[in-house]
């Protein structure tokens, strides 16, 4: 990690690249968290009243999965967009509008006030958030790994990927820090707006670092050698639909993990377990800075091997951490639950790091933007959608067991696809 440092410090404008790419990911990340550690805490009663608490929490795990079925629709828009005119100013358009999707929220009235409408406003919302989001990822990856060095691919590539515990922290430590300073009573009246409102400032600085910026060279030469696509995503599904297809089975790993290790775990634990709020959130911010070094870790092994083997490593884990976890939680003990998440969370680092690094290696420059979103938000659906849902419907009905094998069943999809792929040089 230290020569890591070192090479970026020497390059002042690499270290302004991996910045923006950082920050913006950061920034997208924090907006989506903060909307699933609501669903998993307040949307329930508040947009979604029910006699049962479960029903409550089913119906806003739903509205979580929105924003899933939006990420692919704003993948092949802004993916145009970055393959036409460019990744710097559709990596702008996609954070300003996940930043104001996610700053409306905060002013949403609740279904006491308004009824059926309050719902319905928030997963339009959710949808915005989603759309942003499917424009966000693909070219803040591109965006490092365009730009990197030879032999360095691994190490710029998982960058953005940290943008994954960066918001994550400062999201879960924001609504851990209200909890502690604010009454229930208080917190479920207006304290859960207080994250949607912050996003405004973070917005801010990711468009400072991002304005900053200009085309990657790997945009550049494509343009020298050829004209844009007219529609990259025709072009994608006629030329490139294998690398589409494999690339989306590879990414499903990582989405069922995470959100079987965060969402579901929060959810299962606050209200079928009857574990305090405050004292899950804690557990899942310290067992998030494991996914951290996992990501940072798979960046120097992706260099050192390649992405595609750590990922191969990443998903067999993954099928062994869907053993682990369900006996973790079902375990009751704190110590036991924190271990589990944390295991899952390295895994999630190995599966989600190198895919900067992979992902566009399977697509040319000229549809790269599109490719890679596509692949990564489709993944979202399959992967993570409705994986909270899922998850709570077969642990109430068929015991945790069968959650276990749901993730391990995702995880082996993965495996199958990095088994029958290989990158672009």
Sequence with gaps: MATTMNA???????????????????????????????????????????ESASAQLLAAYASLGVAFIARPLGASVFGHFGDRIGRKSTLVASLLLMGASTLLIA????????????????????????????GEWGGAALLAVENAPEGWRGRYGMVPQLGAPVGFIAAN?????????????????????????????????????????????AFAAALEEAPPPAVPFAEMLRDHWRATLGGT???????????????????????????????????????????????????????????????????????????????????????????????????????????????????PARVRYTGVSMAFNVAGILGGALTPVAAQWLAEDHGLVWVGVYLAAASSVSLVALLSMRARA
């Design 8 to 50: 970026v410090a020497e390059q002042p404008s690499n270290r302004r690249i991996l910045l923006a790419s950082l920050v913006g990911t950061s920034v997208e990340f924090y907006d989506f968290y903060i909307y699933a550690t609501a669903a998993a805490l307040v949307f329930g009663p508040i947009f979604f009243p029910s």
């Design 107 to 134: 002013f949403l009235p609740t279904y006491a006030q308004i009824g059926w409408v309050a719902p319905l406003l928030l997963c339009i919302l959710r949808f915005g958030q989603g759309f942003g989001l499917g």
């Design 249 to 363: 089975c590879g990414a499903i790993v990582c989405f069922a993990v995470y959100y079987l290790a965060t969402a579901f775990a929060l959810g299962y634990a606050t209200t079928t377990l009857g574990i305090d709020r405050q004292v899950f959130l804690g557990l899942q911010i310290l067992s998030i800075f494991f996914m951290g070094f996992s990501i940072a870790a798979s960046g120097w092994l992706s260099d050192r091997f390649s992405a595609r083997d750590v990922l191969l490593w990443g998903s067999v884990a993954a099928i062994i951490a869907g053993l682990v976890l369900p006996v973790a939680l079902q375990s009751g003990s704190l110590t036991m639950i924190f271990a589990g998440m944390s295991f899952a969370l390295v895994v999630m680092g190995l599966v989600y790091g190198p895919l900067g690094a992979w992902l566009p290696g399977l697509f």
């Design 173 to 217: 430590g924001l609504f851990l820090i209200l909890g502690m300073t604010l009454s229930q009573e208080e917190f479920m009246a207006w304290g859960w707006r207080i994250p949607f409102l912050g996003s405004i400032l973070l917005v801010g600085v990711g468009l400072w670092v991002r304005l900053k910026l200009t085309e990657t060279p």
